[in-house]
């Protein structure tokens, strides 16, 4: 006994028995009568099997295929494996399809002929006839061909396989926003869900399935597979649309700024994101109320936090590292205190000597110069060494714990910051003595939680705010200090409040970027806000309900027994989005759509 899904018909979901003389064909044949679409022509249909047992993958059956073979090899492999395979009946429908490569030589991609080029020599001539390169992202290495048909972009895969090339690749599911636009009664955001499974121990891994479960699997992609271009990329012609992305900060701030980077892309220029925090400081999600770190929420609890959250905008901050120009290595070599100035003690080859070039990143949370990086550098240190002991969040606190306190014993840079760095807020210096470190706010949590700008009495300054145009400066008089400060004891020494920031860097000194660090050598390091903010979700504390609550335990198992999942495919990795109003918006999704 099998159930075979399909959408658009009054009943959306069959039981079917398989026999030994039951084929792909016939049981199209029978679907079909059960679904009340006798006027439909078999040959017209296809039957997919979908498994979810590890990430997604999909197939056509043949129409002479045995289904009780199929069902025989699928018990034969594990209960797990039965358990998560469906079946889809839909319709044949010619189109095209895009197809991800990544992998690719950076200078590939950084012009379309050149990705023709390039991929021209690993292919058969005939092959690229039809299709269309673009857009293309250099930084991550990243293009997309746009093929006449699956199977075309199925032996372009297949071929690349067997190359010595070592790209990947994955054809994009053909979304269908013509569909959902039908229904203007209630509001129409199909939910795209980033997963990073790296995050959180297994965690981020876990929901990748859980979520898989409740929606349709080609809503949620995992970070690993591609990074966040690909999901953009799937739902670039939708009208509108909501993000939800699992991970730490970095992996928020990663996906806010490909966001920025695919918007040409996009119909939909500004998605709002939520977020599901799996990181160890999370700041972000605690700004926005999405919580200190997941704890097991149930999924269907996170998808009506998602549906009711408030839309705001937070602003973004761009941070310019412009380097000063390295002495020769003859005048290192004679000067030892001017090597460790510039971070080359002990330097013993000219070809170790590097000019570095001005680079940009982006600040979403804060950034930090001198004590807090240095803790912070050091830890990213340690877990890059053994990633496999901080795998927990507890853990992960008890070593910065740990890292903090040999601080108190270490001298460093830090102690004589104030005669290293020099900083002007809107073109006022500030004095910096006997602070080890500085901090640059942009959201009111810093170091898991502590709001150490708190709310000033001096009228020369106010309350922060993640949305208001201003960064806030702190001080930071040590360790002792800086632990009182996350221990929530004392606040941080409230130094300025501005819109333009210039660091004049005169010693190599740890810096981090949204707990991003490293060294920084001696450079000119200006902070200006970025021309767009970024649209995010905060989700609701108060008692506001969903139309989804409204339903008892009884409608709701009738709704899920009447709304099937599958109602979205057009083709083997195509589907419609779901509607996230309502409970059976939700529940329909309980067995997947392909």
């Known amino acids: 006994m099998i159930s075979i899904h399909i959408s658009r018909s009054s009943i959306s979901t069959i039981k079917f ?125 990243l293009a997309f061909i746009d093929c006449p048909s699956l199977s075309v972009a199925g032996q372009i895969c297949h071929i690349l396989e067997q190359s010595s090339a070592k790209l990947r690749h994955y ?100 998605p709002p994101c939520a977020l599901l925090p799996l990181g160890t400081g999370n700041d972000l999600a605690r700004v926005l109320s999405w919580g200190p770190g997941y704890s097991g929420e149930k999924v269907l609890s996170i998808l009506r936090s998602v549906e009711n959250s408030d839309k705001v905008d937070l602003d973004r901050w761009k ?82 714990f740990q890292l903090a306190l040999q601080k108190m014993v270490t001298k460093k840079v830090t102690a004589e910051l104030h005669k290293h760095i020099k900083i002007t807020v809107d073109g006022t210096p500030l004095s910096l003595s006997d602070l080890e470190g500085i901090v640059i706010l942009n959201i009111q949590s810093w170091g898991a939680g502590a709001e150490i700008w708190g709310n000033p009495s001096d009228q020369k300054l106010r309350s922060a705010h993640f949305g208001d145009g201003l960064f806030e400066v702190v001080g930071i008089g040590g360790v002792m200090h800086m632990g009182q400060m996350q221990g929530g004891l004392r606040g941080g020494t409230r130094l300025a409040q501005g819109s333009t920031c210039t660091i004049t860097v005169n010693h190599a000194v740890s810096v981090q970027v949204d707990g991003e660090p490293w060294t920084q050598r001696p450079c000119t390091i200006s902070i200006n806000r970025c021309d767009k903010q970024a649209a995010m979700l905060k989700k609701l504390g108060g008692k506001k309900e969903s139309v989804a609550r409204q339903f008892s335990a009884k409608q709701v198992a009738e709704l899920h027994k009447r709304h099937s999942a599958n109602e979205l495919l057009q083709h083997r990795h195509s589907y419609e989005p779901r509607k996230r109003n309502t409970q059976a918006d939700l529940m329909e999704h309980h067995s997947p759509p392909p």
Request: glycine share 8%; net charge neutral.
């Open 319 to 400: 941070v310019t590292f412009s380097p000063h120009k390295v002495p020769t290595f003859t005048a290192l070599r004679k000067d030892s205190d001017m090597a460790q100035m510039f971070g080359y003690a002990g330097i013993t080859n000219e070809a170790d000597i590097i000019q570095g070039k001005e680079k940009m990143v982006v600040m979403n949370n804060y950034f930090g110069i001198g004590l807090d990086a240095d803790i912070a550098l050091d830890f990213h240190l340690a877990r890059e060494e053994n990633p496999e002991k901080f795998s927990s969040r507890f853990h992960n606190k008890g070593v910065y």
């Open 171 to 270: 054809i994009l599911p053909n979304l269908r926003p013509d569909v959902i636009e039908k229904s203007k009664a209630i509001r129409q955001e199909p939910l795209l869900v980033f997963m990073n499974g790296r995050s959180g121990g297994n965690q981020g891994l876990d929901l990748l399935t859980k979520f898989r479960h409740y929606l349709n699997p080609h809503q949620v992609f995992d970070l690993a597979n591609g990074g966040p271009h690909i999901g953009l990329h799937a739902f670039r012609n939708f009208p509108q649309f909501r993000i939800l992305i699992g991970g730490g900060d970095g992996t928020f701030g990663w996906v806010l700024s490909v966001l920025e980077e695919a918007q040409d892309a996009l119909q939909f220029k500004e």
């Open 17 to 141: 028995q398989v026999t030994k003389s039951t084929t792909v064909f016939s049981a199209i044949e029978d679907a079909l009568m059960k679904f009340e679409m006798e006027g439909e022509n078999a040959d017209g249909f296809v039957l997919e099997q979908v498994s979810l047992c590890s990430g997604m993958q999909t197939k056509l059956l043949v129409p002479s295929l045995s289904l009780w073979d199929t069902m025989t090899y699928l018990k034969s492999q594990s209960i797990r494996v039965r358990s998560l395979t469906r079946f889809y009946l839909r319709k044949k429908v010619d189109s095209r399809f895009v197809l991800a490569l990544w992998g690719l030589p950076k200078e590939s991609v950084q012009e379309v002929k050149r990705a023709e080029e390039y991929i021209s020599k690993l292919l058969p001539g005939n092959l690229l006839e039809n299709t269309k390169f673009g857009p293309l992202y250099p930084n991550a290495k």
